[in-house]
Protein backbone atom coordinates (compact mmCIF):
# COMPACT_ATOMS: atom_id res chain seq x y z
CA UNK A 1 0.00 0.00 0.00
CA UNK A 2 1.05 3.72 -0.44
CA UNK A 3 2.07 5.01 2.65
CA UNK A 4 1.12 8.51 0.89
CA UNK A 5 -2.42 7.23 0.18
CA UNK A 6 -3.13 5.59 3.32
CA UNK A 7 -2.36 9.19 5.03
CA UNK A 8 -4.45 11.08 2.36
CA UNK A 9 -7.20 8.78 4.25
CA UNK A 10 -6.11 9.51 7.89
CA UNK A 11 -6.53 13.47 7.44
CA UNK A 12 -10.07 13.01 5.46
CA UNK A 13 -11.35 10.80 8.29
CA UNK A 14 -10.15 13.49 10.96
CA UNK A 15 -11.21 16.20 9.05
CA UNK A 16 -14.49 14.86 8.36
CA UNK A 17 -15.31 14.64 12.08
CA UNK A 18 -14.31 18.20 12.65
CA UNK A 19 -16.48 19.16 10.31
CA UNK A 20 -19.05 17.40 12.06
CA UNK A 21 -18.21 18.68 15.47
CA UNK A 22 -17.87 22.28 14.34
CA UNK A 23 -21.77 21.85 12.52
CA UNK A 24 -22.51 19.91 16.03
CA UNK A 25 -21.67 23.54 17.77
CA UNK A 26 -22.90 25.48 15.89
CA UNK A 27 -26.77 23.84 15.77
CA UNK A 28 -26.21 24.32 19.85
CA UNK A 29 -25.00 27.82 19.61
CA UNK A 30 -21.66 27.33 20.35
CA UNK A 31 -18.55 29.09 19.04
CA UNK A 32 -15.30 27.04 19.24
CA UNK A 33 -12.57 29.23 20.63
CA UNK A 34 -9.60 30.20 18.79
CA UNK A 35 -7.28 30.99 21.11
CA UNK A 36 -4.89 33.05 19.03
CA UNK A 37 -4.77 35.38 16.37
CA UNK A 38 -2.77 35.90 14.02
CA UNK A 39 -2.85 39.22 13.50
CA UNK A 40 -0.90 41.88 14.88
CA UNK A 41 -4.19 43.59 16.97
CA UNK A 42 -5.57 40.12 18.33
CA UNK A 43 -9.90 40.85 19.00
CA UNK A 44 -10.31 42.15 21.90
CA UNK A 45 -13.96 39.46 22.59
CA UNK A 46 -14.72 36.36 21.58
CA UNK A 47 -18.10 34.04 22.11
CA UNK A 48 -17.85 31.21 24.34
CA UNK A 49 -21.54 29.23 24.90
CA UNK A 50 -23.03 32.47 24.46
CA UNK A 51 -20.91 34.70 27.08
CA UNK A 52 -18.87 37.38 25.96
CA UNK A 53 -15.17 37.58 27.36
CA UNK A 54 -12.14 38.57 26.91
CA UNK A 55 -9.71 36.36 24.67
CA UNK A 56 -7.29 34.73 26.88
CA UNK A 57 -10.01 34.62 29.71
CA UNK A 58 -11.69 32.82 27.04
CA UNK A 59 -8.92 30.45 26.44
CA UNK A 60 -8.62 29.55 30.20
CA UNK A 61 -12.66 28.81 30.29
CA UNK A 62 -12.43 26.81 27.48
CA UNK A 63 -9.21 24.79 28.83
CA UNK A 64 -11.26 24.26 31.89
CA UNK A 65 -14.13 22.75 30.02
CA UNK A 66 -11.96 20.53 28.09
CA UNK A 67 -10.12 19.50 31.58
CA UNK A 68 -13.53 18.77 33.10
CA UNK A 69 -14.96 16.74 29.45
CA UNK A 70 -14.62 13.50 30.27
CA UNK A 71 -15.97 11.68 27.25
CA UNK A 72 -14.72 8.47 26.15
CA UNK A 73 -14.84 8.96 21.90
CA UNK A 74 -15.47 12.01 20.25
CA UNK A 75 -19.09 11.15 18.59
CA UNK A 76 -17.45 8.12 17.06
CA UNK A 77 -16.13 5.27 18.65
CA UNK A 78 -12.89 5.19 16.32
CA UNK A 79 -12.18 8.59 17.11
CA UNK A 80 -10.05 9.27 20.38
CA UNK A 81 -10.95 11.18 22.88
CA UNK A 82 -7.89 13.23 22.86
CA UNK A 83 -9.15 14.45 20.04
CA UNK A 84 -11.61 16.88 21.58
CA UNK A 85 -11.32 16.79 25.21
CA UNK A 86 -8.52 17.11 27.49
CA UNK A 87 -5.74 19.16 27.71
CA UNK A 88 -2.34 18.29 26.05
CA UNK A 89 0.41 19.82 27.21
CA UNK A 90 4.23 19.86 25.81
CA UNK A 91 7.03 21.03 29.02
CA UNK A 92 9.43 23.05 27.53
CA UNK A 93 13.15 24.70 28.65
CA UNK A 94 14.40 28.00 26.68
CA UNK A 95 17.29 27.17 25.03
CA UNK A 96 19.07 29.59 22.49
CA UNK A 97 20.12 26.31 20.35
CA UNK A 98 16.57 26.17 18.87
CA UNK A 99 13.28 27.58 19.36
CA UNK A 100 10.00 26.33 21.61
CA UNK A 101 7.63 25.33 19.19
CA UNK A 102 10.88 23.22 17.43
CA UNK A 103 11.45 19.61 18.40
CA UNK A 104 14.21 19.03 20.73
CA UNK A 105 17.34 17.68 19.44
CA UNK A 106 16.02 14.35 21.28
CA UNK A 107 12.65 14.51 18.81
CA UNK A 108 14.31 14.96 15.84
CA UNK A 109 16.49 12.07 16.65
CA UNK A 110 13.98 9.42 17.68
CA UNK A 111 11.20 10.39 15.46
CA UNK A 112 8.86 11.80 18.76
CA UNK A 113 7.74 14.27 20.44
CA UNK A 114 6.83 13.41 24.20
CA UNK A 115 3.32 15.40 25.77
CA UNK A 116 1.39 14.89 28.82
CA UNK A 117 -2.82 14.58 28.91
CA UNK A 118 -4.32 16.33 31.83
CA UNK A 119 -7.98 15.65 32.24
CA UNK A 120 -10.46 15.52 35.42
CA UNK A 121 -9.61 11.53 35.39
CA UNK A 122 -6.67 11.54 34.36
CA UNK A 123 -4.98 14.11 37.02
CA UNK A 124 -1.43 14.35 38.28
CA UNK A 125 0.61 16.39 40.68
CA UNK A 126 3.61 17.53 38.80
CA UNK A 127 5.11 17.80 35.23
CA UNK A 128 7.94 15.68 33.54
CA UNK A 129 11.32 16.08 34.94
CA UNK A 130 12.38 17.39 38.77
CA UNK A 131 14.09 20.72 37.97
CA UNK A 132 12.03 23.83 37.61
CA UNK A 133 14.21 25.02 35.07
CA UNK A 134 12.51 22.02 33.14
CA UNK A 135 8.90 21.25 34.14
CA UNK A 136 7.40 24.82 35.29
CA UNK A 137 6.60 25.86 32.26
CA UNK A 138 5.36 25.01 28.07
CA UNK A 139 3.44 25.32 25.53
CA UNK A 140 -0.71 23.67 25.58
CA UNK A 141 -1.68 22.23 21.84
CA UNK A 142 -5.47 22.34 20.52
CA UNK A 143 -7.34 19.14 20.34
CA UNK A 144 -7.39 18.21 16.82
CA UNK A 145 -11.12 19.16 16.02
CA UNK A 146 -11.14 22.47 17.73
CA UNK A 147 -7.58 23.81 16.30
CA UNK A 148 -8.19 26.52 13.82
CA UNK A 149 -7.43 25.94 10.42
CA UNK A 150 -4.40 25.79 8.42
CA UNK A 151 -2.35 24.33 10.92
CA UNK A 152 -0.74 21.05 11.31
CA UNK A 153 -1.93 18.06 11.62
CA UNK A 154 -0.34 16.33 14.49
CA UNK A 155 -0.30 12.59 14.41
CA UNK A 156 -0.43 10.65 18.07
CA UNK A 157 1.36 7.51 18.08
CA UNK A 158 0.75 5.99 21.88
CA UNK A 159 -0.07 6.55 25.03
CA UNK A 160 1.40 5.52 28.41
CA UNK A 161 -0.46 5.68 31.85
CA UNK A 162 3.13 7.06 33.49
CA UNK A 163 6.63 8.11 31.65
CA UNK A 164 7.44 5.95 29.37
CA UNK A 165 10.89 6.22 29.91
CA UNK A 166 11.18 6.51 26.51
CA UNK A 167 15.45 6.90 25.98
CA UNK A 168 15.75 3.36 26.77
CA UNK A 169 12.85 2.51 24.24
CA UNK A 170 13.37 1.71 20.24
CA UNK A 171 12.32 4.51 18.17
CA UNK A 172 9.87 7.01 18.43
CA UNK A 173 9.42 5.67 21.82
CA UNK A 174 6.04 3.85 21.76
CA UNK A 175 8.42 0.66 21.13
CA UNK A 176 9.87 -2.15 23.56
CA UNK A 177 12.66 -1.11 25.95
CA UNK A 178 16.33 -2.81 25.96
CA UNK A 179 15.72 -4.22 29.05
CA UNK A 180 12.18 -5.85 28.13
CA UNK A 181 12.22 -6.51 24.58
CA UNK A 182 9.66 -8.84 24.57
CA UNK A 183 7.56 -7.91 27.75
CA UNK A 184 7.34 -4.06 26.84
CA UNK A 185 5.90 -4.48 23.14
CA UNK A 186 2.69 -2.52 22.13
CA UNK A 187 -0.17 -3.71 24.63
CA UNK A 188 -2.08 -4.92 22.22
CA UNK A 189 0.66 -7.11 20.34
CA UNK A 190 0.78 -8.93 23.74
CA UNK A 191 -2.52 -9.24 24.59
CA UNK A 192 -3.14 -6.10 27.13
CA UNK A 193 -6.54 -3.90 26.24
CA UNK A 194 -7.47 -3.51 29.49
CA UNK A 195 -6.30 -0.85 32.40
CA UNK A 196 -6.98 -4.31 34.60
CA UNK A 197 -4.79 -5.67 32.38
CA UNK A 198 -1.84 -3.47 31.91
CA UNK A 199 -1.87 -3.11 35.88
CA UNK A 200 -1.40 -6.63 36.32
CA UNK A 201 1.86 -6.52 33.46
CA UNK A 202 3.00 -3.38 35.35
CA UNK A 203 3.29 -5.81 38.87
CA UNK A 204 4.97 -7.98 37.16
CA UNK A 205 7.34 -9.63 40.63
CA UNK A 206 10.84 -8.51 39.94
CA UNK A 207 11.07 -6.22 36.62
CA UNK A 208 11.74 -2.22 36.68
CA UNK A 209 8.18 -1.42 35.96
CA UNK A 210 8.64 1.82 33.94
CA UNK A 211 10.76 -0.31 31.28
CA UNK A 212 8.14 -3.41 31.55
CA UNK A 213 4.87 -1.83 30.57
CA UNK A 214 3.56 -1.63 27.57
CA UNK A 215 1.88 1.43 25.69
CA UNK A 216 -1.46 1.74 24.29
CA UNK A 217 -0.91 2.23 20.45
CA UNK A 218 -3.04 5.39 19.35
CA UNK A 219 -2.04 5.59 15.52
CA UNK A 220 -5.05 6.48 13.38
CA UNK A 221 -4.84 2.76 11.38
CA UNK A 222 -5.76 1.61 14.63
CA UNK A 223 -9.63 3.12 14.55
CA UNK A 224 -11.89 1.57 17.43
CA UNK A 225 -8.99 -0.38 18.93
CA UNK A 226 -6.68 2.90 19.39
CA UNK A 227 -9.86 4.99 20.32
CA UNK A 228 -10.23 2.11 23.21
CA UNK A 229 -6.80 1.54 23.90
CA UNK A 230 -6.26 5.39 24.73
CA UNK A 231 -9.23 5.46 27.19
CA UNK A 232 -7.67 2.53 29.06
CA UNK A 233 -4.83 4.54 29.14
CA UNK A 234 -6.41 6.64 31.30
CA UNK A 235 -8.20 3.78 33.58
CA UNK A 236 -4.86 2.19 33.86
CA UNK A 237 -3.36 5.81 35.78
CA UNK A 238 -6.46 5.85 38.15
CA UNK A 239 -6.17 2.05 38.93
CA UNK A 240 -1.92 2.80 39.86
CA UNK A 241 -3.33 4.57 42.47
CA UNK A 242 -0.76 7.24 44.37
CA UNK A 243 1.72 6.11 41.46
CA UNK A 244 -0.73 7.09 38.95
CA UNK A 245 -1.26 10.70 40.68
CA UNK A 246 2.24 11.77 41.31
CA UNK A 247 3.87 10.88 37.64
CA UNK A 248 2.39 12.51 34.44
CA UNK A 249 1.33 9.93 31.66
CA UNK A 250 3.57 10.06 28.70
CA UNK A 251 1.63 10.77 25.05
CA UNK A 252 4.22 10.24 21.70
CA UNK A 253 3.24 12.50 18.57
CA UNK A 254 5.27 12.13 15.73
CA UNK A 255 7.82 14.46 15.28
CA UNK A 256 7.41 17.31 12.98
CA UNK A 257 9.32 19.77 10.92
CA UNK A 258 11.30 22.43 12.25
CA UNK A 259 10.17 26.20 11.56
CA UNK A 260 6.37 25.24 11.54
CA UNK A 261 5.56 28.38 14.09
CA UNK A 262 3.01 29.62 12.13
CA UNK A 263 0.68 26.39 11.80
CA UNK A 264 1.91 24.67 15.00
CA UNK A 265 -1.48 24.45 16.89
CA UNK A 266 -0.37 25.87 20.03
CA UNK A 267 -3.48 27.00 22.03
CA UNK A 268 -1.39 28.69 25.26
CA UNK A 269 1.95 28.60 26.39
CA UNK A 270 1.31 28.09 30.07
CA UNK A 271 3.41 28.20 33.64
CA UNK A 272 3.06 25.69 36.70
CA UNK A 273 1.55 27.73 39.52
CA UNK A 274 4.23 27.77 42.72
CA UNK A 275 6.79 27.43 40.52
CA UNK A 276 9.98 29.14 40.72
CA UNK A 277 10.29 32.64 39.13
CA UNK A 278 11.61 31.24 36.16
CA UNK A 279 8.26 29.71 35.10
CA UNK A 280 6.59 32.36 34.20
CA UNK A 281 10.16 34.29 32.45
CA UNK A 282 9.97 31.77 30.23
CA UNK A 283 6.50 31.76 29.61
CA UNK A 284 7.17 35.60 28.59
CA UNK A 285 9.97 34.36 26.53
CA UNK A 286 8.11 31.91 24.69
CA UNK A 287 5.40 34.29 24.12
CA UNK A 288 7.69 37.52 22.25
CA UNK A 289 9.50 34.32 20.77
CA UNK A 290 6.89 32.96 18.73
CA UNK A 291 5.07 36.60 17.98
CA UNK A 292 8.73 37.86 16.51
CA UNK A 293 9.18 35.14 14.40
CA UNK A 294 5.59 34.46 13.00
CA UNK A 295 4.47 36.25 10.23
CA UNK A 296 1.49 37.62 10.51
CA UNK A 297 2.39 38.20 14.46
CA UNK A 298 0.69 35.27 16.34
CA UNK A 299 -0.33 36.51 19.61
CA UNK A 300 -0.72 33.22 21.97
CA UNK A 301 -2.24 33.86 25.72
CA UNK A 302 -0.07 32.47 28.53
CA UNK A 303 -2.47 30.32 31.10
CA UNK A 304 -0.94 30.04 34.57
CA UNK A 305 -2.22 26.42 35.34
CA UNK A 306 -3.32 25.43 38.75
CA UNK A 307 -2.31 21.28 39.44
CA UNK A 308 -4.21 18.87 42.25
CA UNK A 309 -2.20 18.59 45.13
CA UNK A 310 -4.77 15.64 45.33
CA UNK A 311 -6.53 13.06 43.25
CA UNK A 312 -9.60 14.36 44.09
CA UNK A 313 -8.79 18.17 43.16
CA UNK A 314 -9.24 19.57 40.12
CA UNK A 315 -6.49 21.38 38.13
CA UNK A 316 -7.21 25.35 37.57
CA UNK A 317 -6.55 27.45 33.99
CA UNK A 318 -6.24 31.29 34.67
CA UNK A 319 -5.31 33.86 32.53
CA UNK A 320 -3.75 37.06 34.48
CA UNK A 321 -3.38 39.98 32.41
CA UNK A 322 -0.08 40.99 34.23
CA UNK A 323 1.61 37.85 33.18
CA UNK A 324 1.27 39.17 29.50
CA UNK A 325 3.92 40.59 27.41
CA UNK A 326 1.80 40.71 23.98
CA UNK A 327 -1.82 41.28 24.28
Not at 233 to 242: E, F, M
Not at 276 to 290: F, I, K, M, S, Y
Not at 297 to 318: D, G, Q, S, Y
Request: with cysteine; net charge positive; aromatic share 10%.
Amino acid sequence: MNPHRKESRAISRWTRWRIQANKLLAVLGFSVVVGCSQTSSPPDNLLVGGLTTSTGSAVAARLQALYNDKKAYCGVTSAPAFLCSGVTLRVTRQDNNYHVWDPSPTSVRTGGVHVSYLRADSNFSKMAWSNPKENSNGYILYPFLEQPAGKLHLHYLCAFPVDAWGWYRQAPGCGPSSNYPTQSRACNTIGITTGERWLQHWNTPGVSPSLHQCGFDTRDAMNVQGAQGFIESLRAKILLGNRGFTEQNDLIIATWAQGQQNVLPIMAFFYIAGSPPVGLTDARWNQRDLYNWTNPRIVVPIIRVTLPTTANEKARFEYIDADQIHR
